[in-house]
T-cell receptor, first 114, second 114 residues
Framework: GAVVSQHPSWVICKSGTSVKIECRSL??????MFWYRQFPKQSLMLMAT?????????EQGVEKDKFLINHASLTLSTLTVTSAHPEDSSFYIC??????????FGPGTRLLVL | AQSVTQPDIHITVSEGASLELRCNYS??????LFWYVQSPGQGLQLLLK??????LVQGIKGFEAEFKRSQSSFNLRKPSVHWSDAAEYFC????????????FGQGTILTVHP
């Protein structure tokens, strides 16, 4: 149980385009979903926390207009990287929580912006 | 400030040898602590967690971790390492003002020699 999926698993796009990444909790309803970013040889950094039906809470230094998060249902959250640039290339991981302290992580999405 | 530190970036052990991965935390109160493993091309998998109670926590795949308040540590151990244990291991903490927000350690890459 507690499986989280992400789609796509990898994406290559041109600079200036927008990319949407989906995060789904497959067998449970997630009250809270989290989005992380992992740079090469670095740990994961929390970008934002989202609760279903409300605006996401962004971490300091994360541009909310750049990284749009929509948490439309208890099983789906989306992250849209708007007007992507090469420096946005990274590994994006989502996680979902049942309401407790344990988070279940998706497999991640590797984004490469050319 | 809340923090989780993994002092060892890379550890190499021989198959069958014992393993200990270090994790130190800095929180005002006892945090929730987790160990996750990230294998190449896969998402983060929860190995074990500590919230309260027995300070020796058993996890999956033969791993265990011991919470030591006096040393602010939560080291991960395994008595006999298998080649399939080669991966990157993350120690995470949650606590302080928000128990839902995870702080990641830097990660420790484990290499297993045959």
């Amino acid at each position: 149980g507690a499986v989280v999926s992400q789609h796509p698993s990898w994406v290559i796009c041109k600079s200036g385009t927008s990319v949407k990444i989906e995060c789904r909790s497959l067998d449970f309803q997630a009250t809270t979903m989290f989005w992380y970013r992992q740079f090469p040889k670095q740990s994961l950094m929390l970008m934002a926390t989202s609760n279903e039906g409300s605006k996401a809470t962004y971490e300091q230094g994360v541009e909310k207009d750049k990284f749009l998060i929509n948490h439309a249902s208890l099983t789906l959250s989306t992250l849209t990287v708007t007007s992507a640039h090469p420096e946005d290339s990274s590994f994006y991981i989502c996680s979902a929580s049942l309401g407790g302290e344990t988070q279940y992580f998706g497999p991640g999405t590797r984004l490469l912006v050319l | 400030a809340q923090s989780v530190t993994q002092p060892d970036i890379h550890i190499t052990v021989s198959e069958g040898a014992s393993l200990e991965l270090r994790c130190n935390y800095s929180y005002g109160a006892t945090p929730y602590l987790f160990w996750y493993v990230q294998s190449p091309g896969q998402g983060l998998q929860l190995l074990l967690k500590y919230f309260s109670g027995d300070t020796l926590v058993q996890g999956i795949k033969g791993f265990e971790a011991e919470f030591k308040r006096s040393q602010s540590s939560f080291n991960l151990r395994k008595p006999s390492v298998h080649w399939s244990d080669a991966a990157e291991y993350f120690c995470l903490g949650a606590g302080g003002t928000s128990y839902g927000k995870l702080t990641f350690g830097q990660g420790t890459i484990l290499t297993v020699h045959p």
